[in-house]
């Protein structure tokens, strides 16, 4: 299994300059997430999906907007690129329901820089 | 809102001993998880332990456990023998157990160094 992947791992854009993170896992799993860390802070959560079709807002959700057409997959979309958000940006996935399986799984990170 | 309070930015402990991280939490719920994970410089978030917050027991793996004072709000980490690989950032997370909520808030994370 290879787990949470995500593409691309480096992206370098100029300002109002659109874009699509890919996050992809092969574990069967219902949730999905997308984060930013920034330096100094935790992760914050942006969106985040319960199952396929579906989305929900997290904490920081301006300026993206996701989708979750397949199970298997959770895209975040910048339509409007701005240096506000020039980040580093996870995904992460989990089982639903039940007390042991709401361990979170991390993709590896993408390093997004807006000139 | 919860929130999560890391207040050692960095630290520092020479190998094969014991380092203890702090991490507080403000919640007025009292059905919850607490996690902290391990970023080491692949930037990879990597669970290290997990509390369920309705066990009075301390969870364990291996050569990390945690202090959980559930009145205090308090959830620290204790590394024993520390290794050179332990070296990374390490984030102390709270989330609600509540049905399809699976919210984490993250603290802002302690660097970790451990040295030879």
């Known amino acids: 299994n290879a787990g949470v992947t995500q593409t691309p791992k480096f992206r370098v854009l100029k300002t109002g300059q659109s874009m699509t993170l890919l996050c992809a896992q092969d574990?069967?799993?219902?949730?999905m997430y997308w984060y930013r860390q920034d330096p100094g802070m935790g992760l914050r959560l942006i969106h985040y999906?319960?199952?396929?079709?579906?989305?929900a807002k997290g904490e920081v959700p301006d300026g993206y907007n996701v989708s979750r057409l397949k199970k298997q997959n959770f895209l975040l979309g910048l339509e409007s690129a701005a240096p506000s958000q020039t980040s580093v940006y996870f995904c992460?996935?989990?089982?639903?329901?039940?007390?042991?399986?709401?361990?979170?799984?991390f993709g590896p990170g993408t390093r997004l820089t807006v000139l | 809102a919860q929130t999560v309070t890391q207040s050692q930015p960095e630290m520092s402990v020479q190998e094969a001993e014991t380092v203890t991280l702090s991490c507080t939490y403000d919640t007025s719920e009292s059905n919850y998880y607490l996690f902290w994970y391990k970023q080491p410089p692949s930037r990879q978030m990597i669970l290290v332990i997990r509390q369920e917050a309705y066990k009075q027991q301390n969870a364990t793996e291996n050569r990390f456990s945690v202090n959980f004072q559930k009145a205090a709000k308090s959830f620290s980490l204790k590394i024993s023998d520390s290794q050179l690989g332990d070296t990374a950032m390490y984030f102390c997370?709270?989330?609600?157990?509540?049905?399809?909520?699976?919210?984490?808030?993250f603290g802002a994370g302690t660097r970790l160094t451990v040295k030879p």
């Open positions: 574990m069967n799993h219902e949730y």
């Open positions: 999906s319960v199952g396929e079709g579906t989305t």
């Open positions: 997370a709270f989330m609600l157990r509540t049905y399809n909520n699976n919210d984490m808030r």
């Open positions: 992460a996935s989990s089982f639903s329901g039940g007390p042991s399986t709401d361990t979170q799984y």
